[in-house]
């Protein structure tokens, strides 16, 4: 989902001219290096131990990556709403930064059976609280910029953004390794509620893209009329 959305959003950058949209792109990149990881450590836990060093690299990708969609994600919006491209430079330096940041988290209490919780928290807490003032801060952001239209198209994707950044809490707390199967039970429900969020803003970012390009369409058009009835 992640790849096909970095895709879409690849097109439109490329073919439509709309180099504003690099930052989205990559944080839709950012969240398939988050999935890979997190689902490549899960199969990899059947056979190796937590501190083997393919399980610890594959939390460090897992933790940069759900940072760098949260940074990435915020820049975009930024980008979005200046219809401009931010100054380059950066990109490298934060994709380390992140990746280090990553590896400190991953290896914190990692040796100690006995810190399970407040590994977890370490690992899946940070990324969450970032996660969540990164959305939270964008979906804002998105519907100040646009609350004068009131058309359903330009609620989804602020709503969607606000949606995921508030549901990464309940995932953070029913996930802790101290619930029961009550807990367990409702920690599934958000996953797939976050699941569900996350395709609501990928179709919400396409949504969004079109109502512009439509706007700025008509806007033409106006003007075009404007300059023949002169």
Known sequence: MALVFAAVLAYFERQEGRVYLRFWRLSWLAFAALAFGALAGRLTALSVGASHPVRLALSTVSIAGGLLQGAWLFAGVREFARRERLLGGFGWPLVAGALALGAALTLAWGHDPSMRTWRFVARVGVRAAVTSAAFLAAATWLYLERRRHGAILTLLLPGALAGYGLNQWPLLVYGLPIGTGAASVAGTAFAYLDLFLQL????????????VERDERRAE???????EGR
């Open 200 to 211: 609501l803003v990928g179709i919400g970012m396409v949504l969004w893209l079109l109502e």
């Open 221 to 227: 058009g106006r003007r075009v009329l404007e300059s």
